[in-house]
């Protein structure tokens, strides 16, 4: 079973910084793909950034040249990493991994295993 566990939300002012992380138990990444999402209340998830087992990133308009995700391939861990917060950056940020594709999309429905979220706070 693929298990997904978020770490490293927090609160943070507008122009800050913060790093996500996902620790991926008893799985194979290499064969799959794997990113973040977000969603706040009322709102639909939106793909942030995916990542594919040879290194190819997608990442959505809104946070393209202000967050990168990488691999760690030794300790499993996939990151997100987040530079020039706004406020609009608020959200819970999901860790998900999905089947292989030959191109990884930033559509939720082509990713059937979610951890349980992290919260990110940006202040103005």
């Known amino acids: 079973k693929v298990q997904l566990e978020e770490r490293g939300g927090g609160s943070v002012e507008a122009g800050g910084s913060l790093k996500l992380s996902c620790e991926v138990a008893k799985y194979r990444y290499s064969s799959r793909c794997m990113g973040w999402f977000r969603q706040s209340l009322g709102k639909e998830r939106e793909g942030v950034a995916v990542i594919a087992a040879d290194g190819v990133t997608r990442y959505a308009d809104s946070v393209e040249g202000r967050f990168t995700v990488s691999i760690d391939n030794g300790d499993n861990i996939l990151s997100l990493e987040m530079s020039s917060l706004k406020p609009e950056d608020t959200d819970t940020y999901y860790c998900?991994?999905?089947?292989?594709?030959?191109?990884?999309?930033?559509?939720?429905?082509?990713?059937?295993?979610w951890g349980q979220g992290t919260q990110v706070i940006v202040s103005s």
């Open positions: 998900v991994a999905g089947p292989w594709r030959p191109v990884c999309s930033l559509d939720s429905s082509d990713y059937n295993y």
